[in-house]
């Protein structure tokens, strides 16, 4: 019986391998076309995030540097007693920085309206930092005091019309007066006493008490 299946002729079996090789070519240029697009996308989104990221860890070691050193302006004062009373409390400060104060503490955020001083006070003995701005404080300066507490723990921001500067910075024993809240002391201070070594009760909360 005859084989109808011929082995096809030289020049046809040439002319298939070409085509396979030139296919197998463009499949490996293809190939490394796309692993070096990937290559370059991914390069160039590490570069940018790696240089922020590198430029926020250089902030905050700034921060941390600047924190440990006296901060200019700030003023301290010696706290003679803590006691919890629910009687109006007469502080030296404008607004107080310590001594006694109600027994609920003010929470900690954002207020429109001024907050107890007693009840800040408390608060400033759980390691908060109150930053209070009179009436003298732009509306563009209370927004950007806003946006700089956000929703970080342990700060307080509310109006105090008795204090005569426009903003003041209120840890326990320590106070700081600035003009503007892009003063660099502003976050300095942050650094320093939010949950700082001045604390009476650290670790205290800052919610779960009064709202003002």
Not at 103 to 118: F, L, R
Not at 132 to 138: F, I, L, P, T
Not at 184 to 209: D, L, M, N, S
């Amino acid at each position: 019986m005859m084989d109808n299946h011929k082995n096809p002729a030289p020049s046809q079996r040439a002319r298939a391998q070409a085509v396979v090789a030139q296919q197998q070519r463009k499949a490996k240029r293809t190939k490394a076309l796309t692993i070096g697009v990937a290559a370059a996308a991914v390069l160039a989104i590490a570069v940018p995030t790696a240089v922020v990221i590198g430029s926020q860890a250089a902030e905050r070691d700034a921060l941390a540097a600047a924190a440990a050193q006296p901060i200019e302006g700030v003023q301290t004062f010696e706290i003679a007693s803590s006691n919890h009373t629910e009687a109006p409390v007469s502080y030296p400060q404008s607004p107080g920085v310590g001594g006694d104060h109600f027994p609920g503490w003010a929470n900690c955020g954002v207020y429109d309206q001024e907050v107890v001083e007693t009840h800040a006070v408390h608060s400033l003995e759980h390691g908060a930092v109150w930053i209070s701005y009179s009436e003298d404080a732009s509306t563009e300066d209370v927004a950007a005091l806003e946006e700089l507490v956000g929703e970080r723990t342990y700060l307080l921001l509310s109006p105090f019309a008795a204090q005569e500067e426009p903003i003041k910075l209120s840890a326990w024993g320590s106070q700081l007066a600035v003009d503007s809240p892009t003063d660099p002391r502003v976050e300095t201070f942050i650094q320093k006493y939010r949950q700082g070594p001045q604390t009476p009760e650290p670790g205290a909360a800052c919610t779960g008490g009064i709202d003002g």
